[in-house]
């Protein structure tokens, strides 16, 4: 209550200085409110008569004083800018008796701003923002006067919300008038207000509507708001219901696509790729680069540039990949253990390169129409990032069993897997299907490691985090099987985030996950070979 | 009919020459001065990690099971040591209290039960030893007597690993989470901070390395390491022969947790800290990486391996702070793909290439192999 | 049998080779006297999940060896850095410092970021009597006499940031989410902050969520969930010590999920300038951090400073873009000056002499003044919070007006509880019946 | 009831494909050698995988000298009663030396006798022994594989001949084979019959090979889709009106494809 108390206050500061500007003078002379400012007697004084003013030239003023960039030289004061120049209160460039740009002594203290009128400079200076066009500033204003519980805020709300064309913006409006309505004096406004927050299940709401339930005492709002509450809880516990499959489907997602080309490598051909993980990166850092070219070179198409670097990662990753194989795999084949060491190499190689080149701080920044998301449920997005690595992963899942299982090539890989000898009298050349396979795989890492960018990091270690859960969705899936790939993909990351809020407390992710891998251990107990295990006798000879 | 390969005196001569070396030359120069202290203790450490390699070594090497649980053991001997120590030097930390000093910052300021039996250090030196046997023991019956083999035992164990990584991560395992133990001041009663005691544990694992390398040259010169190789090399065929194959690798199993137990035990006080980082997959993964580098399936490769990749990495990470992942993995890379027996094989090259030179000792040489003597 | 002893000699000979290689090719006996250089450490992971933030502090390091060298040395003698890469791997921290400390012979050696790091080599550190510079914001309860903290206590950066939060410009928040990496420095701050947020602010304990994730950890997607339903109503906080690379992804998720700042700001005391770098800022404008420096304070100091940096990235290839400077980077910078300031005045290395010649040591910084307390190995200095702007840099929306007074044991903790090594002081006490009671003669 | 083995309405699924089918079939304890024939796909192979305990029948009983269950028995249990195998493809160690191969497949195979027995000195005599009457004994050090592919199947005989099995079975053990090697395999047979007191049990496709094996009249049994299509001298079954159009049938299906 203490706080409520505070921000009541701070919203009568805020409007009796607003009045207090509104009456004085309308430009007051700035070098000498500039020098009153500097005096810590009158600071406080001469804010207040700045909080009405709208002169940008008053906003420099009080952002110099607040950054420390006010300074005093030769008993002028003068701002420091961002080049280390001088100018004076009106943004003139401040010279010294020589007509050289004057300099400020090292060392020199800046006009200090005292402790106790920061807060008031800081929301002077909001004042300004305001004044701004910005749809999204209008929006959180609107929910900040909703909580602010200030009833003095109805009026303009109202004529807000006559002006308001946006969308997104009216209804932020009328909930927050609807929560300062909640302490109106007339018992049928209190129950408008609550009806209309029940709903709109405003769970932003359930803090007042709590705070109006323990002191209604009209019985008919009291109803209603008991009423709204329980809409409100009921909807929010479907929507968790909804947001919980959804995180389970794209961690799925994740899992899948992470886990399809080492289906290829490992799976179909057998070969442990410990670099696996390196590929992924060099997606990740394809994505990094052509994003940079693009700001650098072609600003305009800037967000288009991950068009561009999807296709250029699985090529870059299909390339390197090609030379892994040739240059190393290709003298490896059925000695998997030595292509775990080799490889390995390679990865700590690609890893350190990838450091040396890039540094550690690189990052792949969504186009903007990736950013943020589409609300489903009130409350409830799914991130627009989420929803393509759901949809990638699906098409390059597609797209992988077409080339498999559908395409002469793919009819060739099979073969060669299945038997090598026999496909080789056939006429088929071994070799160079087992070096397009291998790459395949890579070009497929690769593109996960370009898509997985845009909600992860993108650092030479990113490797590392993914392929430790790769293999196992491979493994618990059954080497080999396509299908199987998917189906632990799902069965993991659903449990993985169908677990995670049932656990709850201050480790829920790391349980969850030890818990997934609990089961993954029985169940290879309980099935040696996987969910999809190969039949016969060939599997039983090599397992 | 003469006796066939390898027996025992030629090893001993290796063992003992060996021991010399390490257990007796190095301490010896560290006396007189031209090996520093901080060098003795950093082969201490190595020492201690080549005893993990030897497990390894039997297990993966000898057996062809790929474990990737093995730090796993070896983060049991090491903890269990390390909370002996955390207990010794109880009330010596920064805040003065009875307890460990991560406990306090957990807010923990009783000790937990499971830590109370290790005040006693026999227990705490015999649950380094036998607690990863049992575990692998347990983990060996569930696994081996269900088929579970090859690239799904090593999933399986890799998930194991991971999960006890996990875990061990949490600060709520009151284990330290993953600042692990540290700070330890005394071990059985001598202070840490005496040189001499560094030095003594330094012999002390020359001597058990030599310990665990006689003990792992007995299993694999016995038949039961013929079987071993047996089952690496084809286990279908030994278990029509009317071998339990699941009871030989359990064994093995449990041999090499104990090992790498036994390695934790004596890494622990020699490098003063232990943390989860040791514990886990790709901890797991670098000990096998040092066996395959030094030569897979012969003892003399895993010390060699363990010994060599640790002291390169000391080095390079110091003289090359920003090339050694590129210079250890082209390494890694050179040798396997030239030498795939390992730092070993190629050390029987330069033999061989030795022999050629040499022609007319050749003939002896091949006879004394070994192999093609015991005709009727 | 000719040819077996020679494959044994030749075996036996490679294992002998390798020991006496290691062992005798080494060891160099440093006579660290007349003009010969005098060698500090560096001890920050150049790789691994810290390399991130650890990387650029090795930079600004050597920076300032470059300056000091340049100005004729320390007591005319060349300063020379040992650089060593622990690899995010607090055992191998250990073991490093271990090299630093007996082979290398350092007159002292700065290093570490996180508190696990530190803790690692702390034991080290005082069993061989070296001294460690330690440039990073910690979560205080410690206070050793190897070790010279120029980075933020508790009370200088954590509590101020919380009295943001719940004052009137802060947003008057009320409901504080405190997410953090699993190790000692969140859960250590955040105990403290628990208690101060219910025994001083009277925050009900429900209105308090604590949540740890491992390093390195990716996934945040259930987390900013929850995080959005707990600040549902708009009056919570976050409030973040994650360190490292995973604040990518919990600030990605944060933006995705449209978990905004002006509805609910992130307080982090772990990300700075050169975490900021590697993400999309746009989303991110708004949320808060709380630090001792800001890369954009507009002190003439600072400006030449930023310059320098610059100018040092040019020369080593670091490209423009990720050449910022931040809180933990000028407290390294500033040790190393501080290093090299007391070693004039106490005209020797010796750590005892260095120490004496540290107490109430003062030196210009790009934020002003800084001092070493008189007792506690600590360093005054001022608190900024900021918020982030769109070009990546902060915003300074408050400060203090003077310098903190550094407190390694926080007062809402351990009361009464202080740390004095000056004048044969023996480190942290508490004060029983009016007279100190030093904590290591309690044991 | 006086049987070596007695195997009956035995069937084996394969996720729904019938590998076997209610197979009787019944070995004397005076038998000396039984041959089993039949077209790919007969069962044959199959049948040796129940009777080692590698695959489990999903109906059927399999006694072993009248009481010994196979069924429930694992592999290793199933060789240490006697029943021992050698499979199609030649089964060595191909990393040990022949001797070793020989040290394995000898004497005791708990897991403790083995751990107290040096390499070096296990059964000498009965290894040399067997090594001469299988004619390896001049290769006993060199590796298993670096023998040529009759010599490795000479070999795996002589490791299951060498500790006395009471039942052999031998998938195929002419396979890939020159003519005089399998001209000295069939007097090896002859030389096991001859010496020893195991009962053989073989499965051929090489019909000369059969003919040749059967000659001293021994019974022959033809396996068709997993049942016993006939059973007899060797003279009998090539007569029986089924098992030609068994063969022929298949030659049709085969013909048209």
Redesign the interface.
């Known amino acids: 209550m203490?706080?409520l108390a505070?921000?009541l206050a701070?919203a009568w500061v805020l409007t009796g200085l607003g009045g207090v500007a509104a009456a004085g003078p309308g430009a007051p002379d700035l070098e000498s409110v500039a020098r009153r400012l500097a005096a810590p007697a009158t600071q406080k004084g001469a804010l207040g008569e700045l909080a009405g003013s709208s002169d940008p030239a008053v906003e420099r003023l009080l952002r110099a004083l607040?950054?420390?960039?006010l300074y005093s030289w030769k008993g002028r004061l003068v701002i420091?800018g961002?080049d280390?120049g001088l100018t004076d209160v009106a943004g003139r460039p401040v010279l010294d008796a020589q007509g050289q740009p004057a300099?400020?002594?090292?060392?020199?203290?800046?006009v200090?701003?005292?402790?106790a009128h920061?807060?008031l400079a800081?929301?002077i200076l909001e004042r300004f923002e305001v004044l701004g066009k910005d749809p999204a500033k209008r929006q959180?204003a609107a929910?900040?006067l909703?909580?602010s519980g200030d009833p003095s805020a109805i009026p303009v709300l109202v004529r807000a919300i006559e002006g308001e064309t946006n969308r997104d913006v009216r209804p932020a409006l009328e909930d927050a008038l609807a929560k300062l309505r909640l302490r109106a004096p007339d018992a049928a406004d209190r129950l408008g207000a609550v009806k209309q927050l029940g709903r709109r299940a405003s769970?932003?709401?359930?803090?007042?509507l709590q705070a109006l339930l323990a002191d209604e005492t009209d019985p008919a709002v009291r109803a209603a708001t008991r009423a709204a509450l329980q809409d409100i809880d009921r909807f929010?516990a479907q929507r968790?219901i909804v947001?919980?499959l959804f995180?389970g489907i794209?961690?799925a997602a994740v899992l899948l696509i992470m886990s399809l080309g080492l289906a290829v490598t490992f799976g179909l051909m057998g070969i442990i790729n410990m670099a696996h993980g390196e590929m992924l990166m060099l997606g990740s850092y394809t994505a990094y680069v052509v994003q940079e070219i693009f700001a650098a070179r072609f600003p305009a198409y800037a967000d288009s540039y991950f068009f561009v670097a999807l296709p250029l990662a699985f090529l870059v990753a299909g390339v390197v990949g090609l030379a892994l194989e040739w240059g190393v795999i290709r003298f490896l084949y059925g000695r998997p253990l030595e292509t775990l060491i080799v490889t390995w190499g390679v990865g700590m190689i690609l890893?350190?390169g990838a450091?040396l080149y890039f540094?550690?701080?690189?990052?792949v920044?969504?186009p903007t129409w990736f950013?943020?998301?589409v609300?489903v449920l009130t409350?409830l997005?799914f991130?627009?990032?989420?929803i393509f690595i759901v949809g990638l992963a699906l098409v390059a899942l597609g797209a992988l069993w077409l080339l498999l299982y559908r395409s002469y090539a793919g009819l060739k890989v099979r073969a060669v897997m299945q038997n090598r000898a026999m496909a080789a009298c056939l006429g088929v050349s071994t070799r160079r299907v087992d070096a397009v396979t291998f790459a395949l795989g890579t070009a497929l890492a690769g593109v996960a490691g370009c898509a997985l960018a845009?909600?992860?990091?993108?650092?030479?270690?990113v490797g590392?985090?993914y392929i430790v859960d790769s293999f196992m969705v491979v493994v618990l899936g059954g080497v080999g099987k396509l299908v199987g790939t998917v189906v632990a993909a799902v069965c993991i990351g659903l449990s993985n985030?169908l677990i995670?809020?049932a656990i709850g407390g201050?480790?829920?992710?790391?349980y969850a996950k030890v818990a997934v891998l609990v089961i993954v251990i029985w169940f290879l107990q309980w099935r040696p070979t996987g969910l999809f295990a190969q039949r016969g006798r060939a599997a039983t000879e090599t397992a | 009919m003469t006796a066939p390969v390898r027996p025992w005196d030629?090893e001993l001569?290796?063992v003992g020459?060996?021991g010399a070396?390490?257990a007796v030359?190095?301490p010896t120069?560290n006396g007189l001065g031209?090996?520093?202290?901080?060098?003795?203790?950093?082969?201490g450490?190595y020492l201690a990690l080549a005893i993990l390699a030897l497990g390894m070594d039997l297990i993966w090497g000898y057996t062809g099971i790929l474990s990737l649980g093995q730090a796993i053991f070896f983060g049991i001997g090491a903890y269990s040591i390390g909370m002996h120590m955390m207990l010794e030097s109880s009330?010596?930390g920064?805040?003065?209290e009875p307890v460990p000093d991560?406990m306090?910052?957990?807010?923990v300021y009783a000790l937990p039960l499971f830590w109370k039996p290790y005040t006693s250090a026999v227990f705490a030196i015999g649950s380094s030893l036998l607690l990863p046997a049992l575990l692998a023991t347990v983990i060996g019956v569930l696994t081996f007597r269900r088929r579970l083999r090859g690239t799904y035992f090593a999933i399986l164990t890799q998930a194991i690993a991971f999960a006890v990584w996990?875990m061990l991560?949490?600060?709520e395992m009151k284990l330290g989470?993953?600042?692990?133990l540290?700070?330890?001041k005394s071990v059985l009663g001598f202070s840490?901070?005496s040189p001499g005691t560094l030095r003594a544990l330094y012999v002390v694992t020359a001597a058990v390395l030599v310990g665990a390398l006689l003990l792992a040259q007995a299993i694999v010169l016995s038949k039961t390491g013929l079987v071993l190789e047996a089952i690496r090399d084809n286990e279908r065929r030994l278990e029509f022969l009317g071998y339990d194959t699941a009871g030989f690798k359990i064994f093995v199993f449990a041999v090499s947790a104990a090992l790498a137990g036994l390695a934790g035990l004596l890494y622990a006080p020699q490098?003063?800290?232990?943390?989860p980082?040791?514990v886990g997959v790709l901890p797991s993964l670098e000990i096998v990486i040092w066996v395959a580098f030094g030569g897979r399936g012969t003892l003399?490769g895993a010390?060699?391996g363990a010994?060599?990749v640790n002291?390169l990495r000391?080095?390079l990470?110091?003289t090359y702070?920003?090339l050694?992942?590129i210079i250890l993995g082209g390494l890694f890379m050179a040798v396997i793909l030239l030498f795939p027996a390992g730092?070993?094989g190629l050390?029987?090259r330069?033999?061989a290439l030795?022999?050629r030179r040499g022609r007319a000792?050749a003939p002896?040489?091949v006879a004394?192999?070994g192999v093609n003597q015991h005709t009727a | 049998?000719?040819?077996?002893?020679?494959?044994?000699f030749?075996?036996?000979s490679?294992?002998?080779g390798?020991?006496?290689a290691?062992?005798?090719g080494?060891?160099k006996i440093l006579t660290a006297q007349g003009k010969e250089p005098i060698k500090v450490g560096i001890l920050h992971s150049?790789?691994?999940?810290m390399?991130?933030s650890e990387?650029?502090i090795k930079e600004v390091v050597l920076m300032a060896i470059g300056e000091i060298n340049k100005a004729g040395g320390v007591r005319g003698r060349k300063v020379e850095p040992?650089?060593?890469?622990?690899?995010s791997?607090?055992?191998?921290f250990?073991?490093?410092s271990?090299?630093l400390l007996?082979?290398d012979k350092v007159a002292a050696v700065f290093g570490c970021w996180t508190?696990?790091s530190r803790?690692?080599v702390?034991?080290?550190f005082e069993?061989n009597n070296g001294l460690l510079f330690y440039p990073v914001q910690y979560?205080g309860?410690?206070?050793?006499k190897n070790v010279i903290y120029t980075g933020a206590t508790i009370n200088q950066q954590a509590t101020p940031g919380i009295d943001y939060l719940?004052?009137?410009?802060g947003g008057?928040k009320?409901k504080f989410y405190l997410l953090g990496?699993?190790?000692?420095y969140p859960?250590?701050t955040n105990?403290i902050l628990r208690l101060y947020l219910t025994k001083v602010k009277?925050v009900p304990e429900s209105a308090i969520a604590?949540?740890?994730?491992?390093?390195?950890?990716?996934?945040y997607?259930?987390?900013v969930?929850?995080i959005?339903?707990f600040s549902?109503?708009?009056?919570a906080a976050v409030i973040n010590t994650i360190n490292g690379?995973s604040n990518?992804?919990f600030f990605?998720?944060l933006?995705?999920?449209?978990v905004?700042a002006?509805?609910t700001p992130t307080m982090s005391y772990s990300f700075a300038e050169?975490?900021l770098?590697?993400?999309?800022v746009?989303?991110l404008v708004g949320h808060l951090a709380s630090w001792n420096y800001f890369m954009?304070?507009?002190?003439?100091?600072n400006?030449?400073w930023v310059k320098a940096y610059k100018e040092w990235c040019k020369g080593h290839s670091?490209?423009d873009k990720?050449c910022v400077t931040d809180d933990p980077m000028m407290h390294a910078y500033i040790h190393v000056h501080l290093w090299a300031k007391a070693v004039q005045k106490a005209e020797s290395t010796d750590v005892e002499k260095v120490l004496k010649a540290l107490e109430g040591l003062e030196i210009?910084s790009p934020v002003?003044?800084y001092k070493v307390d008189e007792k506690n190995h600590h360093t005054w200095k001022p608190v900024y919070i900021g918020k982030i702007r769109e070009d990546g840099q902060f915003?300074?929306?408050?400060?203090?007006?003077s310098w903190v007074r550094p407190a390694p044991w926080s007062e809402v903790t351990y009361p009464g509880r202080d740390c004095d090594w000056s004048n044969g002081g023996k480190g942290?006490f508490d004060v029983v019946g009016g007279k100190r009671m030093w904590?290591?003669d309690?044991? | 009831m006086d049987t070596l083995l007695y195997v009956e309405n035995l069937t084996v699924s394969f996720e729904g494909f019938l590998a076997l089918r209610n197979l009787n079939l019944i070995v004397e304890r005076t038998e000396r050698v039984r041959l089993l024939i039949g077209p790919n796909g007969a069962g044959k192979t199959t049948l040796f995988d129940v009777l080692t305990g590698h695959v489990a029948p999903s109906a059927g009983r399999v006694l072993f000298r009248d009481t010994v269950n196979l069924a429930a028995m694992s592999p290793h249990a199933i060789a240490n009663v006697g029943v021992i195998r050698k499979f199609q493809t030649p089964s060595v160690f191909p990393g040990h030396t022949v001797f070793e191969n020989m040290l394995l497949a000898a004497g005791r195979k708990r897991f403790v006798s083995t751990l107290a027995a040096w390499r070096a000195f296990t059964s000498h005599e009965a290894i040399v022994a067997t090594l001469a009457q299988m004619g390896l004994a001049g290769r006993a050090g060199d590796l298993a594989g670096t023998l040529s592919h009759g010599e490795k199947q000479w070999l795996e005989i002589a490791m299951l001949l060498v500790d006395d099995p009471t039942l052999l079975l031998l998938d195929e053990p002419a396979a890939g084979m020159t003519r005089p090697e399998k001209e000295r395999t069939i007097a090896l047979i002859e030389g096991i019959v001859a010496r020893s007191s195991s009962c053989v049990m073989l499965i051929e496709h090489d019909m000369e090979f059969v003919r040749r094996v059967a000659r001293q009249g021994h019974r022959v049994t033809v396996l068709h889709e997993g049942t016993v299509l006939s059973e007899g001298s060797l003279d009998r079954v090539q007569a029986d009106e089924r098992v030609i159009e068994a063969y022929l049938g298949r030659g049709k299906v085969r013909g048209a494809a």
């Open positions: 203490r706080a505070v921000v701070a607040k950054d420390g960039a420091l961002d280390g300099q400020l002594e090292s060392g020199q203290e800046a200090a701003l005292d402790e920061f807060g800081q929301r959180s929910f900040k909703g909580t769970e932003a709401a359930v803090p007042q929010v968790n947001g919980y995180n794209s961690l890893q350190q450091r540094g550690d701080q690189t990052s920044n969504s950013r943020g998301g609300e409350g997005i991130p627009w990032s989420r845009l909600i992860g990091t993108v650092d030479p270690e590392k985090t985030k995670e809020p201050t480790a829920a992710a790391v | 030629r001569v290796r020459l060996f070396v390490f030359g190095l120069a031209f090996v520093s202290d901080y060098y003795l203790n950093l082969f450490k009330g010596k920064v805040y003065g991560f306090i910052w957990n807010q996990l991560n949490r600060n989470g993953t600042n692990g540290t700070d330890f840490l901070s490098v003063g800290i232990i943390t980082s040791q003399w010390l060699v010994i060599s002291w000391s080095v990470t110091g702070p920003r050694w992942p730092l070993i050390a029987v330069a033999k030795v022999a000792v002896a040489a004394a192999s | 049998m000719s040819a077996w002893s020679r494959r044994e030749l075996r036996g490679l294992v002998a390798t020991g006496l290691a062992g005798i080494f060891p150049l790789s691994g999940t390399a991130i990387a650029p040992v650089i060593e890469d622990p690899a791997n607090w055992d191998l250990a073991e490093k271990k090299k007996l082979q508190s696990v803790k690692s702390l034991p080290v069993k979560e309860e410690e206070c050793s719940m004052s009137a410009e008057g009320k990496s699993d190790y000692v859960r250590t105990k009277k604590e949540e740890y994730t491992p390093f390195h950890h990716q996934d997607q259930t987390i969930g929850k959005k339903s549902a109503a708009g009056d690379d990518v992804p990605k998720e933006a995705n999920q449209g905004t002006d509805k050169v975490e770098q590697t993400l999309d746009k989303p954009s304070l507009k002190t003439p100091d400006l030449k670091i490209p990720q210009p002003g003044k915003d300074v929306v408050w400060k203090t007006k942290s904590l290591s309690k044991s």
